[in-house]
C-alpha cells in the first residue's frame, strides 16, 4: 500500500513539555498507522513553540482529516497546520 507524507505546523500551548506533546503525537499518529518520521521546534514568541512534524501514514480516503483530529487531541496542542502533503511511494 502506498504512504503519504506530510509536513505538520504544530503550535503548543505551552502548558506541557515538547517532549511529552511529541511523545504523545507519536501514539495518536501510531494508533492511526502513521509514523512521526522527524520534528523541528521553533520558538514563535510569547512563550509559544512551534512543532514542525513530517509524518508518514498510509494513502487512504480521509487521512489527513485523521491525521489531523489525532493531532489535535493530544494534550498541549493549542492547533495544527497542514502544511503539505505528497506521496512517499
Known amino acids: 500500500m502506498a504512504r503519504i507524507m506530510a509536513l505538520v505546523r504544530v503550535l503548543l500551548d505551552g502548558s506541557v513539555e515538547s517532549s511529552k506533546v511529541l511523545e504523545?503525537?507519536?501514539?495518536?499518529?501510531?494508533?492511526?498507522g502513521?509514523?512521526?518520521e522527524s520534528h523541528e521546534e521553533k520558538?514563535?514568541?510569547f512563550g509559544i513553540t512551534a512543532l514542525n512534524v513530517v509524518l508518514t501514514a498510509?494513502?487512504?480516503d480521509g487521512i489527513t482529516d485523521k491525521i489531523m483530529e489525532a493531532i489535535q487531541g493530544v494534550k498541549g496542542v493549542s492547533s495544527a497546520e497542514?502544511?503539505?502533503v505528497t506521496r512517499a511511494g
Do not use: F, Q, V
Open 58 to 60: 498510509p494513502e487512504e
Open 43 to 45: 520558538p514563535i514568541g
Open 24 to 32: 504523545d503525537l507519536r501514539s495518536a499518529l501510531s494508533s492511526i
Open 34 to 36: 502513521g509514523n512521526l
Open 82 to 84: 497542514l502544511e503539505r
